[in-house]
């Protein structure tokens, strides 16, 4: 069975303290890993999409990597406005259909 | 920048009753999808559509249906609401054209079923 899984489930930092985020994956047939910021009260809001091990990308002070089990999303000098639940999605293919599984996501407090 | 709609951020209707979820987004993309949010369950996928008239159950469509008659619309339907349908419910949509396209997401509906 295609699954995600995200650690840590919360995550409290101090404005400045660097840290990241883990998306571990299990899944059959892997066509692209989704990044997902999520503010309370709204719908999630898209960041990066990764396709293949070894791809990096990078958006102000978050940095998103994938190798071939896992994906991390690094946040670099975090501020407090980067205080947000982070969720992460897999694209999988599988028996000709496409399936996009996400994880429970992370949630992110970034204290002044 | 591509906006998904949904037609009212807050509902509270009782048991038994027939709900209706809208959904619009302005960028003429080809898939829309409903989707419920729930704490400790993340997100659980109920139906999406690939075309006008045309809809796939999702993981847990039992107790919805979806009507699609514009690309542009999308609507969830409950059509006995029960208390357990009490969650957030989000509209999303993407082009299907493109491989990968990421998921644009609206603000949500929190429904809550008394």
């Known amino acids: 069975e295609d699954q995600v899984t995200q650690s840590p489930e919360a995550l409290r930092l101090q404005e400045g303290e660097s840290s990241s985020l883990n998306c571990s994956y299990t899944?059959?047939?892997?066509?692209?890993l989704f990044w997902y910021r999520q503010d309370p009260g709204k719908g999630p809001e898209f960041l990066f999409t990764l396709y293949s091990a070894g791809e990096e990308k990078e958006k102000e002070r978050l940095k998103a990597t994938l190798t071939k089990k896992e994906s991390f999303l690094h946040i670099t000098a975090p501020k407090p406005e980067d205080s947000a639940t982070y969720l992460c999605a897999v694209q999988t293919a599988q028996g000709g259909s496409e399936k996009l599984v996400f994880g429970k996501g992370t949630k992110l407090t970034v204290n002044p | 920048d591509v906006k998904v709609t949904q037609s009212s951020r807050y509902l509270v209707k009782r048991t038994g009753e027939k709900v209706f979820l809208e959904c619009v987004q302005d960028m003429d993309h080809e898939n829309m999808f409903w989707y419920r949010q729930d704490p400790g369950l993340g997100l659980r996928l109920i139906y999406f559509?690939?075309?006008?008239?045309?809809?796939e159950k999702g993981d847990i469509p039992e107790g919805y249906s979806v009507s699609r008659e514009k690309k542009e619309r999308f609507s969830l339907i409950l059509e006995s609401a029960s208390t357990n349908q009490t969650s957030m419910y989000l509209c999303a949509s993407n082009s299907g054209g493109v491989i990968n396209s990421p998921l644009h997401f609206g603000n949500g509906t929190r429904l809550t079923v008394t």
């Open positions: 899944v059959s047939g892997l066509r692209g």
């Open positions: 559509s690939y075309d006008v008239k045309m809809k």
